[in-house]
């Protein structure tokens, strides 16, 4: 991994080529006007960026998210709302049905994302169970959960 948060020593130029398209169209979705406010607004250096959009370095799993979030900030779903997280995973299983290559260009990036996300999950599921528990715990013999 160089300094730079990409890959590019360990990718087919055709691969970083496929995950430079992808950033350019997460770059297209943000409704950003230039590549440095959206590497602002995902919170990463304009100089990554800018080697990413064209190229030469891929991100890694934790910038890939950053990305997806800023790309995401000004979606507006005509469905029930989500949460940015899931949005921002199912943007990823879209770009990899529609391109395999994209996949393996950023296999290590994708696991990485994998292992955050059943992370969160678990965290998320623990925490909730604390929280009924201590709701439990609170409401005392004649409250129970409404559910």
């Not at 770009?95 to 696991?111: G, K, N, Y």
Request: charged share 30%; net charge negative; hydrophobic share 35%.
């Amino acid at each position: 991994m160089s300094d730079n948060g990409g890959m590019a020593d360990l990718r087919r130029p055709e691969q970083r080529r496929e995950v430079a398209q992808f950033i350019r169209e997460l770059f297209r979705r943000s409704g950003c006007a230039t590549w440095e406010q959206f590497a602002v607004r995902a919170g990463v250096h304009a100089v990554q960026i800018s080697d990413w959009q064209r190229g030469e370095h891929v991100p890694d799993g934790y910038n890939l998210l950053k990305l997806i979030g800023a790309a995401n900030v000004l979606a507006v779903e005509e469905q029930a709302p989500s949460h940015p997280l899931i949005d921002s995973i199912e943007l990823l299983v879209e770009a990899i049905e529609s391109s395999p290559s994209f996949a393996r260009a950023l296999e290590p990036s994708l696991r990485e994302v994998a292992r955050q996300v059943r992370s969160l999950s678990s965290t998320a599921e623990d925490t909730s169970t604390r929280l009924d528990e201590l709701l439990d715990e609170r409401s005392g013999p004649q409250g129970s959960r409404a559910r």
